[in-house]
């Protein structure tokens, strides 16, 4: 989770930033995922026009984007926009980490391969993110695209046709590769349903063993495969995980044990306020959505 957390956070940050911080013209940016020079550019997806989505939900969003737009970078609107869908559709934390991560990785390349010409990056970008989040997020329907064709729609007299067409074909193309990259990450294997899976044919429940907890008694576990699910920068998932916890029932666990329960009874209101702060789960923004609410906080005044 954290290496998704990480690279949506860093998504977000650099496409804050060409053209607007002076260091940046000193880096070599290049797009995450690689492209041949010979890849030709994917002719417009024919879309059936839907309506089963919320178009006013969408036609809000397309305007708080085009509002946005006036002070802050392009790929901050869609950021929120992700983070709201988090809490719309009851998120896991880890498919936020790993949906952040697609979605900044598209509006990253599309950024960088689209020309840098009046509002034709920020139609790449949008276009990117709309189709990344299309993927992801299937109950939408035709949402995501009905906002970039109204930003294409409300901002797009004064720039040129062909150049509109060849930032959205862009962005198209950047989320095509992402999105057969998240084909084949891993993330589609999922709970069988069969409660002993997890432990191994055969084995029994026995103390020590996962089981669903108060107050809500989740089920099935929140993505149990997750570290087998392919990394974006580590060479392996475990390549830097901890040490295993204490054994069930030594005096190391039941020392641990006692001080949690220690700090639970004296718990003060500060602590759990802390607590509630960043517990984050599932139908929350996410952990990697609440990084990234703090990555824009600490952003803001950044254009691009």
Known sequence: MIRSLLLSCFGLLFVLSPGDVGAVSVVDYQPIITIPDDASLPPPVPRARSVFHNSAEADRDAMALIEAWRTEPASMGWTRLQIARHIKHKAMPTRGARGLALVHVAMHDAWLRAPNLPLTRRFAL???????LGYLYPAE????????????????????PLDITLAQQIGRQAAQHVIARAERDGAQRGWNGARLQWYGDGRQFQPGTWEPTPPYFYYPPDEPFAPFWRPWVLTHAGQFRPPPPPAFGSPEYLDSLREVLAVNVALTPEQLEIARYWVDGHGSATPAGHWNKLA???????KA
């Open 141 to 160: 329907e035709d949402a995501f695209q009905r906002i970039v064709d109204q930003l294409v729609e409300r901002l797009g007299s004064e720039t040129p």
């Open 296 to 302: 824009i906080a600490g952003s803001e005044g950044c």
């Open 126 to 132: 949008s276009q990117a993110a709309a189709d990344v």
